[in-house]
């Protein structure tokens, strides 16, 4: 494999800095294992209000004017991986990343932060880092940069042979605008008509033009990459275009921070634990009884949890219509989310119904998700589609045990539990209704109370391997593949 290539990475969000999803872990932890690889890496994301300069080390890049926007310097913790913040106070200095946090809404001016971020980034990049091999974008906030490079950069030393991979980490969120930010994005508007990369049902479409102007494209799962080519369902309009690319997209499966996850040295958790001591699991389980409010008495039966942004996405509809069955059950159940506040408060209203029982906890809160992860015995994820997801993982790898909806990631990680040969790691659904939840929940109940199997379940989970070393190694043969491209 040819080593010592240079990736730039460009995203709305990377950990530690600013989250909002799982994308956020991904910057945060792919450059890692690629530089294990040889590549050498350059994060760029834009400098949020909510940065902590001082603390992540960040200095101000001097010798450039660049007039419209400052950069700052600093590395990725635990790793060599540069990573650069673009900064503009009149777009990010404002709080929230993509929403208004009063409003809950995305921003107005969201298509004019973007398109400010990425031509900043490239005017950034062609005056200041040595060549790209590869620029990664991701997601549709960076879906015009392969435009931008082909029709701006490629007389610049820096850009001139780059190769271009675009990430979808979730098809649901395409950055779709009026036709007249076109006109704003400083590319020609005589390339906006119908069928042209940029345009979209009479919008122009970010994602769509990422798909369209990108060497290769990817996804976060196997599953998802062939799911969002077959129906609207998955595709949301965009199932023609990426269907007609030569190269179809390829999945890879996200991995988890094994350093940030892992039950056995977690400093969130109250007590630590490998796969023989799941006996501690009880201690943190008694915490988040505790921490919720819920009566302690329950710790002997099984402690339901969902940790997830409050969306459609995430088949809340389908737990809002399981709840009350499974809170006639005798069990204990936890929810850790913000989002749609309407939706906030109906689940909130029907576990008003069993205060000692059943709590949400509205909110984000990194410590309290890993402790749930370590107390929880079962983890509900009954997404309508899943690009990856993250959770799932976790819960596995803390042995906690999960019950999802068979799609995209979740098809990919989590397999049912057979009796017959001992293997699986969790129970799955299939069609998106509330009897077939239900049913794969009490499944898990069911198992739950079989102490034997159990154990197996848990021990299978425990021991998969959800590495980001195994998905650095693919992600490095496409960047090859596209970098051979533009070999002379
Ligand atoms: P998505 O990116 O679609 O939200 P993922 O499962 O891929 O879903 O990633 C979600 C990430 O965000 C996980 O790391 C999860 O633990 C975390 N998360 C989601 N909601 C919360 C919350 N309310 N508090 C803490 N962590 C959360």
Redesign the pocket.
């Known amino acids: 494999m040819a080593g010592g290539l240079h990736i730039v990475m460009l995203a709305g969000e990377c950990v530690p800095y600013a989250?909002v999803?799982?994308?956020a872990?991904v910057l945060g932890s792919l450059p890692h294992e690629l530089e294990v690889l040889g590549y050498s890496v350059s994060i760029i994301i834009p400098r949020y209000r909510s940065i902590d300069l001082a603390k992540f080390g960040f200095e101000p890049l001097t010798g450039f004017d660049f007039k419209s926007f400052d950069v700052h310097r600093s590395i990725l913790p635990g790793s060599g991986a540069q990573v650069f913040l673009i900064g503009n106070d009149g777009f990010f200095g404002r709080r929230g990343i993509y929403t208004d946090p009063v409003t809950g809404w995305d921003f107005p001016d969201q298509a004019d932060r973007w398109i400010f971020f990425q031509r900043s980034a490239l005017e950034f990049i062609s005056a200041v880092l040595p060549k790209v091999d590869i620029l990664h974008c991701h997601d549709h906030q960076t879906g015009l940069a392969a435009a931008y490079l082909q029709r701006f950069y490629r007389g610049h030393p820096t850009l001139a042979r780059t190769g271009t991979v675009f990430t979808i980490h979730?098809m649901g969120y395409q950055g779709v605008f009026p036709a007249d930010t076109m006109a704003r994005t400083g590319l020609n508007p005589a390339e906006f008509f119908p069928l042209s990369p940029f345009e979209f049902y009479g919008m122009l479409n970010f994602m769509k033009v990422g798909v369209v102007f990108s060497d290769a494209v990817t996804t976060v799962s196997e599953t998802y990459a062939s799911e969002i080519q077959q129906s609207a369902e998955f595709g949301y309009g965009l199932e023609g275009v990426v269907r007609s690319r030569l190269d179809p997209p390829v999945g890879i499966l996200n991995g988890i921070d094994y350093e940030c996850w892992n039950p056995a040295t977690d400093p969130l958790l109250v007590a630590r634990y490998s796969w023989d001591e799941l006996e501690k699991k009880r201690i943190n389980k008694q915490v988040v009884l505790r921490e919720f409010g819920l009566d302690e008495g329950r710790l002997d039966r099984p402690l339901v949890a969902m940790?997830?942004?409050i969306d459609v996405?995430?088949g809340v509809d389908l737990l809002i219509a399981v709840l009350g069955d499974l809170l006639a059950q005798d069990l204990a159940f936890v929810m850790?989310?913000?989002g749609n506040k309407e939706t906030e408060s109906q689940i909130q209203t029907i576990l008003a119904k069993y205060p000692r029982k059943a709590a949400l906890n509205v909110?984000?809160?990194?410590r309290?998700?890993h402790l749930i992860e370590a107390g929880a015995d079962i983890f509900l994820m009954p997404s309508k589609y899943e690009p990856?997801?993250?959770?799932q993982m976790?819960s596995m790898r803390y042995g906690t045990v999960p019950v999802v909806r068979a799609t995209g990631g979740l098809s990919d990680t989590v397999q049912e539990f057979d009796p017959n040969t001992g293997k699986g790691t969790g129970f799955r659904f299939g069609p998106y209704d509330a009897l077939h939840f239900k049913e794969a929940i009490n499944r898990a109940l069911r198992y739950w109370a079989d102490k034997r199997a159990w154990r197996r379940i848990i021990s299978n989970g425990m021991q998969s391997d959800f590495s980001w070393a195994r998905s650095a190694r693919r992600y490095a043969e496409l960047y090859d593949s596209v970098r051979s491209r533009y070999q002379a």
């Not at 909110?363 to 990194?366: A, N, Q, S």
């Not at 990856?388 to 959770?391: P, Q, R």
């Open positions: 989250k999803g799982g994308l872990d979730n940790i997830s942004r996405q995430k850790l989310g913000a909110g984000y809160d990194d309290l998700a990856c997801g993250l959770n976790y």
